[in-house]
């Protein structure tokens, strides 16, 4: 059984910073693919960043030049670096693995309220 637990939400003013985090536990063989969706009350889900297990990236338009995605291959964790927060930011965090054998997990979520 995997687990995906995150943490580093919060409230924080515009302009502002956050680091989320995704620890994975369990069974895990290996992790392909991490990533961070967001989803805003009233709004369908959305990619934020991913990262592959070679450290390749990929980002939303919407954050590009103020977030930053990685990951602790050893710790099986994924890291969210959010700066230069706007209020149109805040949504419930997601992060999602795609773990060999096991197919796609997800945490539990994290709420991030920036404020104007």
């Known amino acids: 059984q995997v687990q995906l637990v995150e943490s580093g939400g919060g409230l924080v003013q515009a302009g502002g910073s956050l680091r989320l985090s995704c620890a994975a536990s369990?069974?895990?063989?290996?992790?392909?693919?991490m990533g961070w969706y967001r989803q805003a009350p009233g709004k369908q889900r959305e990619l934020v960043a991913i990262?592959?297990?070679?450290?390749?990236?990929h980002y939303a338009d919407s954050v590009k030049g103020r977030f930053t995605i990685s990951r602790d291959n050893a710790k099986n964790t994924v890291y969210l670096q959010m700066n230069s927060l706007k209020p149109e930011d805040t949504a419930v965090y997601y992060c999602?693995?795609?773990?060999?054998?096991?197919?796609?997990?997800w945490g539990q979520g994290t709420q991030v309220t920036v404020s104007s």
């Open positions: 990262v592959t297990s070679g450290g390749s990236t």
């Open positions: 369990g069974s895990i063989f290996s992790i392909n693919t």
């Open positions: 999602k693995a795609e773990i060999t054998l096991w197919g796609d997990h």
